[in-house]
């Protein structure tokens, strides 16, 4: 009879069909020491130790080679240097190709802000889409329920409260702006707060100036190698800038004292500018009250003071990094640049040349969680009552290969 590998039981000693034993007993000195504190953070200690020599010494294998093997590997090493130096190059290259296509991209946005300012109304042959013959279909199908619902409401009253019903969901997308609208109103507003990097920056009192933004270009640089991000207003009351802008300057360069962390161009400044606010209409500071007490004679006074506010506009005085790359940064200041880079590439890469998709809600910046949807939560318990494959045996009797030989 085979083994059955249990603590303290006879390999002979027979078993009861269909019953598991549990764990072994502890004695009283196993018991105490299972209880003791200091013993079990000893254990702790000792087996988390082991756990991170075991991983940190990952090149543990690589150590054991002989030298023959190892040489081997450092030629390997030569050829990924001349690899990242030759990525390098392509990068470079790749960005004097975006420069050399860049007139035929304006021409392209140029014509996208004509359409959203309403200086000029696209033919019909150019609104013609076919990939939206499905949402074409949806509003068909919105307007042959509601003609339904209406029919159904003349039979009954209660047709009449669900056509009612039936009336508003179908015009639940409907707003103050009418057939006669120029243009796309509140376009770039929309576009913006529909990308989750820049909702979060977007504050209440950043909407009404929003409102007045016309385009934003992207305008690739080579000397420095680069990008300016331009956003253009129409007239408004907050500010008498027609343009604002955010310059990034990049690098794209292999470090020779450790080329292997190249990962292509890298943003390593960029430089808002002024907004010339109107009076009072500065959106990003605010106005705040504090009370002061005379330490001598007791008397109280308030006096008022402008401290800055959050607000999307603080995007054009980005924070900096010193020009001393020694200097230690502060945490929130390194974050908030990273973040301000981040941003930065987002709109040159996706943004910009995709606004309609972001206007629409089709494109989005979040990460997809689709694997997490299609496979759940691995730490999920296992109900059998809900598994069609399970199939219990009879009077509780195990499996045939659960049983014990």
């Not at 072994?24 to 702790?44: S, T």
């Not at 420069?99 to 359409?115: H, M």
């Not at 420095?224 to 991000?229: I, R, Y």
């Not at 106005?287 to 054009?316: C, E, L, M, P």
């Amino acid at each position: 009879m085979a083994d059955n590998g249990d603590v303290g039981t006879s390999v002979d000693a027979p078993q009861k069909k269909g019953k598991r034993r549990g764990p072994p007993q502890l004695g009283g000195v196993e018991e105490k020491l299972m209880q003791d504190p200091a013993f079990m953070e000893a254990v702790r200690a000792q087996l988390g130790g082991q756990l991170a020599g075991v991983l940190s010494d990952r090149a543990a294998f690589y150590k054991s080679l002989p030298q023959q093997c190892k040489a081997r590997v450092r030629a390997l090493k030569n050829l990924q240097v001349e690899n990242q130096q030759l990525e390098c190059r392509f990068h470079k290259e790749l960005h004097e190709l975006e420069c050399r296509f860049e007139a035929e991209f304006q021409t392209l946005c140029d014509k996208r802000k004509d359409i959203v300012t309403g200086g000029y109304e696209p033919t019909a042959e150019e609104c013609e889409f076919t990939l939206d013959d499905e949402d074409d279909e949806e509003e068909e199908d919105n307007e042959d329920e509601k003609e339904k619902t209406k029919t159904e409401g003349d039979e009954s009253k209660d047709g009449d409260a669900l056509a009612e019903e039936v009336e508003k969901k179908v015009n639940l997308g409907e707003s103050e702006f009418d057939e006669n609208t120029k243009g796309l109103p509140q376009f770039w507003l929309t576009a913006l707060q529909n990308v989750s990097l820049v909702q979060e920056l977007i504050q209440e009192q950043d909407l009404e100036v929003l409102k007045h933004l016309q385009d934003v270009k992207c305008q690739l640089t080579s000397d420095p190698v680069g990008f300016v991000l331009s956003f253009q207003f129409g007239e408004n009351e907050f500010f008498t800038n027609k343009v604002l802008t955010k310059e990034y300057k990049m690098k794209i360069e292999v470090d020779p004292e450790d080329p292997f962390s190249f990962d292509g161009g890298e943003i390593v400044s960029c430089k808002g500018c002024d907004i010339e606010w109107n009076k009072d209409k500065n959106v990003t500071v605010k106005t705040i009250k504090k009370k002061q007490k005379n330490k001598k004679g007791g008397q109280t006074r308030t006096i008022t003071k402008q401290v800055k506010a959050d607000s999307f506009f603080n995007f054009f005085n980005p924070p900096t990094l010193p020009e001393n790359e020694d200097e230690e940064v502060e945490e929130s200041i390194a974050a908030a640049v990273a973040q301000d880079y981040e941003l930065g590439l987002f709109m040159k890469e996706n943004f910009v040349p995709k606004a309609v998709l972001y206007f629409t809600g089709e494109e989005n910046d979040e990460e997809d969680e689709d694997d997490e949807d299609e496979y759940g939560d691995m730490g999920e318990e296992y109900d059998e009552d809900q598994d069609p494959d399970y199939q219990p045996s009879g009077d509780g009797e195990q499996p045939p290969e659960c049983k014990q030989q």
